[in-house]
């Protein structure tokens, strides 16, 4: 499954902002995004397995925030970082 991520977590990856993963659910795919980009994770879900409030996922451009919705290829994940400041 194709995934987008934000800049912030492009440090994880080297500078790619597109990505590919496995997983039968978005919890699943954030799970294998862990596993090749070590730490990742942490950023987006909490201790707790909540997503982080700053943080919105998209699938094919409907909005989640349901971690354990099915997904399969050829979905496309959009993960987005919230902005904030004033």
Do not use: C, N, W
Not at 42 to 61: K, P, S
């Amino acid at each position: 499954m194709k995934v987008y991520l934000p800049s912030p977590l492009y440090s994880y990856t080297g500078g790619k902002s597109l990505v590919e993963a496995r997983g039968d659910t978005i919890r699943e795919v954030l799970a294998a995004l862990d596993a090749q980009y070590p730490g990742m994770a942490f950023r987006m879900v909490d201790e707790v397995g909540h997503l982080r409030r700053h943080i919105r996922i998209f699938v094919d451009e409907r909005p989640e925030e349901d971690l354990d919705t099915k997904v399969q290829d050829p979905m496309v994940l959009h993960i987005v970082a919230a902005l904030s400041g004033g």
